[in-house]
């Protein structure tokens, strides 16, 4: 059968070109290189740059549990003092205005600034001379009434016996007897008068009242004083002894009556300011007798020697009472108590050089030091460094403990030399630089939990 072909329907098919444009085969050599670089760069990285060694908790897993690096002391049994810790101001036992007691003018000051001067010193001098004339005026109007009286009593004794004769009446004797008794009494006042002077001429000369330091001076020679003056002369203030003042919470109040009503004496330190250096020692003299409402505290006062005058007037100190003193108490570090849910624990080392918590009853504590009243026996090693990680069970290595771990309060810092030297030797990785993480490894000591962290 033939078929017809219409020559319109057909189309001309071109041959495809066997030969790629330039353009794509120049893209494809970039590419390439690329790659070629990217890689001889990876291959350089990991050359340079080799990689860490696992870490520590990946090398326990992989050989096995590393022991904990910790430091460990053991409970000793000791004494416990109870402090009572308060902010005290040193409080002078007198403090003296010294004023003039009579009016006049001030002629000379005997004493200089800051003098430290004796009951019965000379300070300064008032113009006597008024009270000196009128002492004479006192005097003579004495010796007046003086002779009054014996003229009085004179002529008294003349009456009485032309009285007993009848020659005079008996009223006129008597008058005259009056007449001398009034001369007498005006003798005695003339003699008052007379103390009165004398007495304020003694009070032109003005000394100090008291033993202690003169302040500065509030008035200059020249000027006119009077009782009535506002200001006074100086101020002294008894510096030795000297008392210091401070308040502690009532409910120490029983525990401190009673000591002092026993007899006991109970001593007392006193810090400067900043609480680190001792000033003085004492000893409590009284309480005060009421309770403040507002601050439910109470007042003491100790007494101080303060020959050397360490102790100034309104400085403010830091008091210690020293209440009473535990003894024969198991006493552990502080950095040994630990807090946890059921309360305080301590991180125990046994035989085997595992850790086991134990629940422990703690009682006062100092700067360094806690009594543990149940949970733990003297002897028995705790952990005070490195209890951040520890578990139950788990393995230690104990290292030397510092030297001051165990230090009382107040104790100095036993120190035998560098600090930096004695923590190497000690094997102390606190303070330890980190090692790079190439050269860690892996079989060396996992290092302590603070240096973990």
């Known amino acids: 059968m033939n078929e017809t072909v219409d020559p ?25 290189w690329l790659v070629v670089l990217a890689a001889a760069a990876a291959l350089g990285y990991r050359w340079m740059y080799p990689a860490p060694a696992p870490a520590p908790a990946d090398a326990a897993r992989a050989g096995g549990a590393q022991p904990q690096s910790v430091r460990a002391v053991a409970a000793e049994t000791g004494d416990m003092p109870i402090n009572i810790n308060a902010l005290g101001a040193v409080t002078p036992f007198a403090t003296v205005t010294v004023k003039t007691q009579i009016a006049g003018r001030l002629m000379s000051v005997g004493f200089q600034e800051g003098q430290l001067v004796k009951s019965g010193d000379f300070l300064a001098q008032i113009d006597p001379r008024p009270y000196q004339a009128t002492l004479a005026q006192d005097q003579a109007s004495l ?14 004794a003349r009456y009485d016996t032309l009285s007993k004769q009848d020659s005079i009446s008996r009223q006129q004797v008597e008058d005259q007897k009056y007449l001398a008794a009034q001369y007498a009494a005006a003798m005695q006042s003339d003699q008052a008068q007379i103390d009165a002077a004398k007495l304020n001429i003694e009070y032109t000369r003005i000394v100090s009242p008291i033993d202690g330091r003169v302040g500065l001076r509030l008035v200059d020679p020249g000027n006119y004083m009077q009782p009535s003056d506002s200001i006074g002369l100086v101020v002294i203030t008894q510096l030795d002894p000297i008392s210091v003042v401070f308040s502690t919470p009532e409910d120490n109040l029983q525990r401190i009556a009673r000591r ?24 409590l003299t009284t309480y005060d007798n009421e309770i403040d409402t507002t601050t439910g505290t109470f007042k003491l006062r100790a007494t101080f020697a303060n020959p050397d005058n360490a102790l100034f007037p309104n400085q403010f100190v830091n008091a210690r009472l020293l209440v009473d003193t535990q003894k024969g108490v198991t006493l552990v570090p502080n950095a040994a108590v630990q807090l946890g849910a059921n309360g305080a624990f301590v991180y125990v080392v046994k035989d085997d050089q595992t850790v086991a918590s134990r629940n422990v009853t703690t009682g006062p504590t100092d700067a360094s030091r806690t009594v543990v009243e149940t949970g733990l026996a003297a002897g028995e090693k705790v952990v005070i460094d490195g209890v951040d990680r520890l578990r139950d069970g788990a393995k230690v290595r104990v290292t030397a403990p510092d030297a001051n771990a165990n230090a009382p309060a107040g104790a100095p810092a036993q120190d ?21 993480p190439s050269a860690a490894p892996s079989s060396a000591p996992s290092p302590s939990p603070s240096a973990a962290k």
């Open 143 to 156: 010796a007046k009434d003086t002779a009054l009286r014996d003229q009085a009593q004179a002529d008294f």
């Open 416 to 436: 035998g030399g560098s600090g930096q030297h004695r923590r190497r030797q000690q094997g102390d990785a606190t303070n330890a630089p980190a090692p790079s």
């Open 8 to 32: 319109q329907t057909l189309t001309r098919v071109e041959p495809s070109s066997a030969k790629p444009s330039p353009r794509r085969f120049r893209l494809g050599r970039i590419v390439f």
């Open 260 to 283: 002092l009503k026993g007899g006991g004496k109970l001593p007392v330190a006193v810090y400067d300011r900043a609480n680190v250096r001792k000033i003085a020692d004492g000893e």
